[in-house]
């Protein structure tokens, strides 16, 4: 008969034996499992690594003369945040465009002085730009900052009466000076231009943060498994599905996931007066029609190297339905979705696009969706924004 001893010792032994083999099936099992990461080919490898890296160096934009400089991303920041541009009480650009909701408002519809027609698009990025808004109405951005303030539905001023403020108010005629290197001319299409050019200034600046997939993506492109497999595996299997088979990247690729050009979209909408949205016809008709457009008077490029999309709007005229690609940066945060702000969940988001490049489309699974969402709230700092319902996220 054994001793205490001896028998104590066994059992200790046993114990010790089967946590060593049991560890691997709890860590198979458990919801604190070991992380890993999906077995990425060179070609997938590629795609992944083409999604980076960021953030990328904004350009300055040569046809806007203090693109880039302090002293006019102080003045635009002031007038972004003024209730002064506008000749509705309390209005601002950053009534549209909040801080807070990614520079977005969370509305379907944009709200200025009345009802807009379009969803109201995030600032984050825009200085990567090339052509503006849903469907390229403006070739550069201080043209864009331009239209809201002239706009009648948006913040409804008068080129005079913009003008009249900046030259009027000592603390904004200070800023001007600061910016620009003189005072107010009398020429007020001429100071509307340089408000547009201080708010772009100002706008360039925001750059949305790296997020989750931007670790990934840098270390796939390193080959740090360890740090590839932090990434969550619902999120890894959705990114497989966007840049394969579902061909997402087709229209949502590079660092900002976005191609910048215009694709027709499958949703079909109306304006406030009641017209059919044509989308790129409309903008490219605005576009040639406008004084403020590369072309005109108030570019800083003096050879015009930079109205290449001006020179080529004429041929747009016939695009109807088409709408300028969205970056999906930040997306989880910038609902509701598409151009006209009729769908609030993301995953429903998803279905209408999912393979609208291919030459055979491919319907993509609910399983697949959930996975792309899960992919596409890695493209946020956070997965669920504090002002975003979960709702937002469901796949049914």
């Not at 379907?108 to 200085?127: C, D, E, I, K």
């Not at 107010?184 to 201080?198: F, H, N, R, T, Y």
């Amino acid at each position: 008969m054994r001793s205490l001893g001896a028998r104590l010792a066994l059992a200790v032994l046993l114990a010790v034996l089967g946590a060593l083999l049991l560890a691997p099936l709890r860590a198979a099992v458990s919801p604190g499992s070991a992380p890993t990461a999906l077995a990425f080919d060179a070609a997938e490898r590629a795609r992944i690594g083409e999604l980076g890296p960021w953030p990328p160096a904004v350009p300055r934009d040569a046809s806007n003369r203090v693109s880039g400089h302090r002293s006019a991303i102080a003045f635009g920041e002031v007038l972004f945040h003024s209730a002064r541009l506008s000749s509705v009480g309390g209005l601002r650009c950053a009534s549209c465009h909040e801080p807070w909701r990614s520079f977005t408002d969370a509305r379907a519809l944009g709200l200025g002085a009345a009802q807009g027609g379009r969803n109201t698009m995030s600032l984050l990025n825009v200085g990567l730009q090339h052509e503006f808004g849903w469907d390229g109405a403006n070739d550069s951005l201080w043209a864009q900052s331009i239209r809201p303030l002239l706009d009648p539905r948006e913040m409804r001023m008068s080129p005079a009466q913009a003008a009249a403020l900046l030259r009027d108010d000592p603390q904004l005629a200070a800023l001007y000076q600061r910016a620009f290197g003189s005072a107010p001319s009398g020429d007020d299409d001429a100071v509307l231009a340089d408000i547009g050019k201080a708010l772009a200034a100002y706008e360039e600046t925001l750059v949305s943060e790296r997020t989750p997939f931007d670790a990934f993506r840098d270390a796939i492109a390193s080959g740090d498994r360890i740090a590839a497999a932090r990434y969550p595996i619902d999120a890894q299997r959705g990114l497989r599905v966007f840049a394969g088979a579902g061909q997402c990247v087709a229209c949502h690729g590079g660092a900002n996931f976005s191609d910048g050009r215009f694709h027709r979209s499958r949703i079909a909408s109306m304006l406030p007066d009641g017209e059919p949205d044509s989308g790129r016809r409309a903008g490219a008709q605005h576009l040639l029609a406008s004084r403020f457009n590369l072309l005109g008077r108030f570019n800083d490029d003096a050879r015009r190297t930079t109205a290449a999309a001006t020179r080529d709007a004429a041929a747009d005229i016939a695009r109807s339905g088409e709408f300028r690609t969205p970056s999906l940066r930040d997306v989880a945060a910038t609902g509701p979705f598409m151009h006209d702000g009729s769908v609030a969940n993301l995953c429903d988001a998803i279905a209408p696009h999912a393979s609208m490049q291919a030459s055979d489309p491919v319907e993509l699974s609910l399983a697949q969706r959930r996975d792309v969402v899960a992919f596409l709230r890695s493209l946020s700092v956070e997965p669920q924004p504090p002002h975003v319902d979960a709702a937002v996220f469901r796949c049914r």
